[in-house]
């Protein structure tokens, strides 16, 4: 393997190298290929500084300035370059990238969730050759209940603490405003959210099927009975929020994948937990591999080695990608 054979490569995000030299980066921190893509606007896949011109979808990029205001964030297109939705948040997409001189085609999820939920269609995999995926919860215990069943245990458990507020956390973008709607579906008429929050739903809004009209939580706002207060997770153990929590008996829960594992309660101090999820689980990841029928398959994020050794049992080429070593070559 040369360091410009075609194929993929984990460097500052994933860069996919075409047979002419070209390389198209996809969530990098600070963008070095010829074509920058970006799939969502979370965090940890997020541009730092200025990135150039983005391969993305109009959603991912006002999402994008709202998060980070002072960058210049300019939509581009590239013909090579395809978005497909990607089901995780607002504007998420997986990019397919057809290199024209050999026909490989590409696919990086990105973050993925084949379910519908709420105002989001799940991810409908397209095929492709090479495959990179994530693989948040690429382990057989990682299996989350139907949809239908996670939302329903939510608006119960909701509908049986109106006695009291409650203090909803999730991630600004994506579960929070999900957090949002379902309180709403209970009757918990007032809901209020950081600006943070309240940030990524003005820019969200305009792209997706749904209102979130939550008042702002700012020191003073008395909660009362009925109130629900939807807070990021990284609050959860803040002084400020174990006072709030003792002075109104608030009961706290969080909402995430991991909750399939008793450890994400005691974690986050939570009193209750719910499997709310913007990833596809195990039986879904495979699912997602199945449909996409690659020839080679690279995995990253979370269980990158399990799964990988998963579907190599299961008859794929697979292997976990590695920071800085490549690709079809020495695969
Ligand atoms: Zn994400």
Redesign the pocket.
Known sequence: MTETAPGVALRDGIEIRLADGTTVVADARDPAGDVTALT?A?G??LFGGDPGPVVCSAATADIARARRPEADVAVTTDPRVELVNAG??AG?RAVVVTDPDDGTRYCYT??CSTRDRLYLDGFDPPEADVLVVETTYGEPRYRLPPQAAVEGAVVDWLADTADTPVLLFGYSL?RAQKLQVLAERAGRDRVFATEAVRRVNRAMEPHVDATFPVAPYADGVDLRPGDALVLPPSAARRDWVTRLRERHDAPAAGFSGWAVDDSFRYRGGYDVTFALS?HCDFDELNAVVDAVDPERVYTTHGSTDAFADHLVSRGYDARALRANQTSLGEF
Do not use: A, E
């Open positions: 969502h979370h940890d896949h995780h948040v998420s990105g973050d994506g913007d």
